[in-house]
């Protein structure tokens, strides 16, 4: 009879150890992730400023007129039209692009890979010229 009850004590035990891993295992695979994505956002939140491109979270772009620390609000101004948003409602703060930086090499020379590549061309098209004109006289 103390075999068959030992026997149980230790059944008990192994389903608790199941249950203990499988707690462990949906920390580090659900809460510890979502907790690390949250400070995150949480940073992203609070380093904003005057003058930063934003995106809401209904897609809506614009750029940051004013904040308002008391009621956690901020005004964006969407191509002259000012509207205002809960700060919660800001999904990301997007870089402010560079304009790219204009050549200063003059576009109207050709290199010589140019040259080379148009004369190709010009070769290939003379050569489906030729192909349809003899398909047509036939």
């Not at 103390?2 to 203990?20: D, E, H, P, Q, T």
């Not at 205002?84 to 200063?104: D, E, G, L, Q, Y």
Request: with cysteine; charged share 25%; hydrophobic share 35%.
């Amino acid at each position: 009879m103390n075999l068959l009850a030992a026997k149980g004590s230790s059944g008990n035990m192994m389903i608790l150890v199941f249950f203990v891993i499988m707690i462990v295992l949906m920390y580090f695979t659900m809460w510890r992730p979502q907790k690390k994505q949250q400070e995150q956002r949480q940073k992203m939140l609070s380093e904003l400023k005057v003058g930063d491109p934003i995106v809401t979270i209904g897609g809506l772009h614009g750029v940051i007129d004013t904040i308002n620390d008391e009621d956690k609000t901020m005004v964006l101004d969407c191509d002259g039209i000012y509207l205002t948003f809960s700060r919660s409602a800001i999904r990301a703060a997007n870089p402010k692009t560079v304009a790219p930086v204009a050549s200063t090499k003059p576009t109207t020379e050709k290199s010589q890979s140019d040259v080379t590549s148009e004369a190709k061309a010009s070769e290939v098209e003379k050569d489906q010229t030729s192909d349809t004109e003899t398909s047509q006289s036939n």
